[in-house]
Nanobody
Framework: VQLQASGGGLVQPGGSLRLSCAAS????????VGWFRQAPGKEREGVSW????????YYADSVKGRFTISRDSAKNMVYLQMNSLKPDDTAVYYC???????????????????WGQGTLVTVSS
C-alpha cells in the first residue's frame, strides 16, 4: 500500500502547477483524499480535500478559487491543479488517503491512514 505525490517544482508567481497523487495497493476511489502542505518553520496545514466515491470537494480559504482537486479513478490518482500561485504557497505538499472519513474530520491529518512522501513547490521570481 503506497501513495506517491509528484509534480512539484519551481514556478513564478502567477504560474500554475499540477500535483499528482498516485495510489498502489488499494483503490483510491473509495478513500477520502486530502492535500496538506508544510512550509519551513510552520505547522502542516490542510489545503484541499475530496470525499470518497466522487463525493464533494472542499478547500481552505487561502486557496479557494485558485486550486482544484479532482480524481481520475481509471488511473487510481488524485490531482491538485494549482493556479495563480503565490510565494505564500511555497511548501512541501503531501497527499493523504483514508477510508470512511466523515466530513467533520476531513481537515484533520490524523484521520488519514496513508501518506505520500511529499513534493516541494517553490513559488519565486
Amino acid at each position: 500500500v503506497q501513495l506517491q505525490a509528484s509534480g512539484g517544482g519551481l514556478v513564478q508567481p502567477g504560474g500554475s502547477l499540477r500535483l499528482s497523487c498516485a495510489a498502489s495497493g488499494f483503490t483510491l476511489q473509495y478513500y477520502a483524499v486530502g492535500w496538506f502542505r508544510q512550509a519551513p518553520g510552520k505547522e502542516r496545514e490542510g489545503v484541499s480535500w475530496i470525499a470518497s466515491s466522487d463525493g464533494p470537494a472542499y478547500y481552505a480559504d487561502s486557496v479557494k478559487g485558485r486550486f482544484t482537486i479532482s480524481r481520475d479513478s481509471a488511473k487510481n490518482m488524485v490531482y491538485l491543479q494549482m493556479n495563480s500561485l503565490k510565494p505564500d504557497d511555497t511548501a512541501v505538499y503531501y497527499c493523504a488517503a483514508g477510508p470512511r472519513i466523515i466530513y467533520s474530520s476531513l481537515t484533520t491529518p490524523s484521520s488519514y491512514d496513508y501518506w505520500g512522501q511529499g513534493t516541494l513547490v517553490t513559488v519565486s521570481s
